[in-house]
């Protein structure tokens, strides 16, 4: 099946500090990625949907100047938490769509677990 | 998109086919049920998706009533590493189109 990986798998930064976080298609192209954040005991929120080559499409409620989103490449994400906060502090995973059209499947990676001190 | 509703939990006994419903009755005709799970600390892993028919894959099967209000998901022998969480989606597969995640059923596998 269709890997998706992320980098780093958790990573400690101190606050004010900026973060970024990888994700990439290991077998396939996805031109587009999707960004989760979730908080303990609670579901998957999507934060904003990356297209390769044109900039990120973000949801209502967080702000793209915090969470810049990178699409370079068809196999590479990257999200960048910037000037971090304790309240950032999260499980952030990524997913990526195999193939465009009906009956497309979205495969998700295993997750950063991000910690502001 | 359409909403789902799942049972809060479910407890299974190892061996046993785990049955997970799903009702989705504001579903549209061009909406797809998938279902993930979770597993504690993991990314979430695709299981199944259908329109209409029933699917089967290694997996699961997923079962998908006449007129698509609901469908339940099964898991033919079930495990101790299918504890948990068990999430239905219904969506639009036109490309692009995102996932939202509600709470989904936290399914428990009982030796």
């Known amino acids: 099946g269709a890997v998706v990986s992320q980098h780093p798998s958790w990573v400690i930064c101190k606050s004010g500090t900026s973060v970024k976080i990888e994700c990439r298609s290991l077998d396939f192209q996805a031109t587009t990625m999707f960004w989760y954040r979730q908080f303990p005991k609670q579901s998957l929120m999507l934060m904003a949907t990356?297209?390769?080559?044109?900039?990120?499409?973000?949801e209502q409620g967080v702000e793209k100047d915090k969470f810049l989103i990178n699409h370079a490449s068809l196999t590479l994400s990257t999200l960048t938490v910037t000037s971090a906060h304790p309240e950032d502090s999260s499980f952030y995973i990524c997913?990526?769509?195999?193939?465009?059209?009906?009956?497309?499947?979205?495969?998700f990676g295993p997750g950063t677990r991000l910690t502001v001190t | 998109d359409a909403k789902t509703t799942q049972p809060t939990s479910m407890d299974c006994a190892e061996g046993r086919a785990a049955n997970l419903p799903c009702n989705h009755s504001t579903i549209s005709g061009n909406e797809y049920v998938y279902w993930y799970r979770q597993i504690h600390s993991q990314g979430p892993q695709y299981i199944i998706h259908g329109l209409k028919n029933n699917e089967t894959n290694e997996m699961a099967s997923l079962i998908i009533t006449e007129d698509r209000k609901s469908s339940t998901l099964i898991l033919p022998h079930a495990t101790l590493r299918d504890t948990a969480v068990y999430y239905c989606?219904?969506?639009?597969?036109?490309?692009?189109?995102?996932?939202?995640f509600g709470t989904g059923t936290r399914l428990t596998i009982i030796p």
């Open positions: 990356s297209n390769e080559g044109s900039k990120a499409t973000y």
């Open positions: 989606i219904v969506t639009p597969n036109f490309g692009n189109e995102k996932l939202t």
């Open positions: 997913s990526a769509r195999v193939g465009t059209g009906l009956g497309s499947e979205q495969y």
